[in-house]
């Protein structure tokens, strides 16, 4: 059950106008003219939306979102240009609440009193600073520019916007704020043309579009109307035959059942709500900082040039404002370069304190984003985490992160990094250079900390990320990183060459049933680390329904029907005070089994614990699609050590709901 959703609040100055459009265009056949690749690295800039949504103190004097205008802005365009364009900031992006209503077009406005000269003058200035200018748009047509249908598209004779609509006038972006076009219109790619191209003669540089879906708890497949494919696909190609070369880019919190739909027709997209808490500073650690974590895994494969991850802004400059400790403001900045995220400040750059300025202007810290090797974890069952990058120069980036709320020690094994023999360790915000380092790195990292290394082996490279995604009773499948200039791997089972792949994944077979297994994969050089696993009993994997009348229910954790769900029931509501525990999981050996759970999740991601017989316990990680569907299953697995006899395994999270829970495997 979904009952308790991350959501972003809208000043009520956004929800104004905008479009989309759709199929090809039947006016003309448009060749869009060729520019350098737009988007080829991460944009790394400032964004006004941060300072607009907070409640700091003397941010906003007027009411929620004054913020904005033409003065401030140009404001931080300058600070920007003095203090952060050496390091290659560029992008001064205006957010929402530029737009009052439309021309007679239907095109966007914008507000006289914050904006006396109009967008194009603001951008002018931005670019005589040696920037670029960004604008914010939201999906759908805007209810205030319909005029009963009768107002007439630009440069499309015979276009208006009844011709764009739907007959029954249905809503759609993320707050319902706009009527959904029909694009079996051809008129409907001539407004969202008519839009790019004032952007383009505005000077725009790059568009943000708010509202889309499906994404944002909203577009599930029984929800058609929060379906924007189309409007995204049709502002594609608006985009591309605007005249100019401008990114393009989607937000917010998008779902990555549609990834392909985002990665051919846009160059980034939001993984996750907000990051602004709507608080008396810009953001707190635990309203969505550190959710990015757990989002952001499902998209990692998915960024690339031309199209990136976008976690949303960087508030690390002044601490104060910020409302993060020096240690949480490090992790912050971390996971966004290490993630190759586009780097765009929030803050008050007029007021940036000393450590703000140093993170921000750390050369080595911003190559490692523009380099466009997003990292990934080696695991996240435990609060401690470890994340790599390999890198083309045959450097390995590697970040550990404590997300514990007290002090930890975090350590990242050479072997499962790929990283064979002894190596030059490179702690990039401490400036120092260990060489000659074998074995791990590891620190002791304060609540929320962070260290950031490159390591350049002396040596060879090994398969690093070794895997275990799937066992039956006679057979293991694998899975691990690639390594640098390998064309094919030898995997080995208890020291013994069972299979050769050219790929990295490999089906193990012939093994026996309730056996344990020590697998590792060589590239003719030396092995990765080894990964452990018994398989499963005859006929397994055994599966345990949640909603069994063996399992143990706390709380408000109830069963609930779902007809895709195995048995057509699952159990909902866990979380905070509520629970469920499986019972009676029985193994004939003590050790190490692949755990598979079943779940159903419409939001961007949530967690739980996994806690075995009272003791040993598990972070587990359910990638979310948010799109409100919480009838469709998905499946995520963990490797678990379990008891010989009868087993119980208890689901939790004290700090929030987690995902439906439909069954688990052993």
């Known amino acids: 059950m979904h009952l308790r959703r991350r959501t972003s609040f809208l000043l009520a100055a956004v929800a104004l106008v905008t479009a989309a459009a759709g199929p090809a265009d039947a006016f003309q056949d448009q060749q ?8 080829a690295k991460p944009y790394m800039g400032w964004s006004s939306w941060s300072l607009q949504s907070t409640n700091y103190p003397g941010v906003n004097p007027d009411g929620p979102g004054s913020f904005i205008s033409e003065k401030n802005i140009l404001t931080q365009a300058q600070a920007l240009a003095t203090k952060l364009k050496p390091y290659g900031y560029e992008y001064v992006n205006v957010d929402a609440g530029w737009q ?81 076009i029909d694009y079996a219109s051809p008129c409907a790619q001539k407004y969202a043309d008519s839009l790019a191209k ?61 990834a392909d739909v985002w990665k051919a027709n846009s160059n980034g997209w939001r993984i996750d709500t907000d990051v602004e808490c ?70 008050d750059l007029t007021k940036l304190d000393a450590y703000g300025l140093k993170l921000l202007t750390n050369r080595e810290v911003i190559a490692i984003d523009q380099s466009g090797t997003p990292a990934r974890p080696l695991n996240q069952n435990q609060l401690q985490q470890v994340w790599y990058a390999q890198n083309t120069d045959g450097s390995t980036t590697v970040a550990l992160f404590n997300l514990a709320d007290s002090p930890a020690t975090v350590t990242g094994n050479f072997a499962q990094l790929g990283i064979d023999g002894r190596a030059a ?29 490159k390591i350049m082996p002396n040596g060879r490279h ?40 050219r790929t990295t994944q490999a089906v193990v077979t012939g093994l026996s049933p309730q056996t344990e297994y020590t697998f590792s994969v060589s590239a003719d050089q030396g092995p990765s680390a080894p990964v452990t696993m018994l398989t499963s009993a005859s006929g397994g994997p055994v599966r345990y329904e949640a909603e069994a009348p063996t399992s143990t229910r706390t709380g408000d954790a109830s069963v609930s029907g779902c007809s895709l769900c195995s048995g057509g029931a699952k ?92 069954w688990i495997t052993i």
Request: net charge negative.
């Open 32 to 39: 869009p003219p060729t520019y350098p690749q737009v988007a």
């Open 100 to 180: 009052d209503g439309g021309d007679e077009y239907g095109r966007p406005v914008a507000m006289a009193k914050r904006f006396p000269r109009g967008m194009k003058a603001l951008g002018d200035d931005i670019h005589k600073l040696g920037l670029k200018f960004g604008i914010y748009t939201t999906v759908g047509l805007g209810t205030d520019v319909y005029r009963d249908g009768n107002t007439p598209i630009y440069d499309a004779p015979g276009c208006f916007t009844r011709d764009i609509v739907y007959p029954d006038l249905r809503k759609t972006n993320g707050w319902d704020a706009a009527y959904k």
């Open 198 to 258: 004032l952007f383009a003669s505005w000077g725009v540089d790059f568009i943000k579009m708010d509202g889309v879906g499906p994404g944002s708890w909203k577009g599930a497949p029984d929800d058609p109307n929060h379906n924007n494919t189309a409007d995204v696909e049709a502002w594609w190609r608006a985009v591309q035959n605007a005249g100019r070369p401008m990114q393009y880019t989607l937000s917010w919190s998008l779902s990555h059942r549609y």
């Open 278 to 347: 709507y608080c008396d500073t810009i953001v707190k650690w635990d309203s969505s900082v550190k959710a990015r974590w757990w989002d952001v895994t499902q998209w990692i494969d998915d960024a690339g040039p031309g199209h990136w991850n976008n976690l949303d802004a960087l508030n690390v400059g002044v601490g104060a404002m910020d409302g993060l400790t020096d240690a949480e403001r490090q992790s912050y900045l971390t996971f966004w370069a290490i993630n190759s995220a586009p780097l765009f400040a929030g803050d």
């Open 425 to 453: 360790v490179r702690d990039i915000w401490a400036n120092r250079t260990t060489g000659n380092v074998s074995g791990s790195v590891s620190a002791e990292l304060p609540a929320h900390g962070s260290k950031l290394y």
């Open 462 to 501: 090994i398969p690093a990320g070794l895997t275990a995604t799937d066992v039956s009773s006679t057979s293991v499948s694998l899975n691990w990183r690639p390594t640098a200039g390998a064309t094919s791997y030898k995997v080995f089972a208890n020291g013994k060459q069972v299979a050769t792949s």
């Open 571 to 662: 159990i909902g509501n866990i979380g905070y005070g509520s629970t469920v525990t499986l019972n009676g999981i029985t193994v004939p050996k003590t050790g190490t089994y692949l755990v598979k759970i079943a779940y159903t999740d419409g939001d961007t991601s949530r967690q739980s614990m996994l806690t075995v017989n009272g003791s040993d316990s598990y972070w587990v990680n359910y990638s979310g699609l948010g799109d409100n569907d919480w009838g469709t299953p998905q499946v995520t697995y963990l490797p678990m050590k379990l008891t010989a006899g009868s087993n119980s395994i208890k689901v939790s999270n004290p700090n929030g709901y987690i995902a439906d829970i439909d």
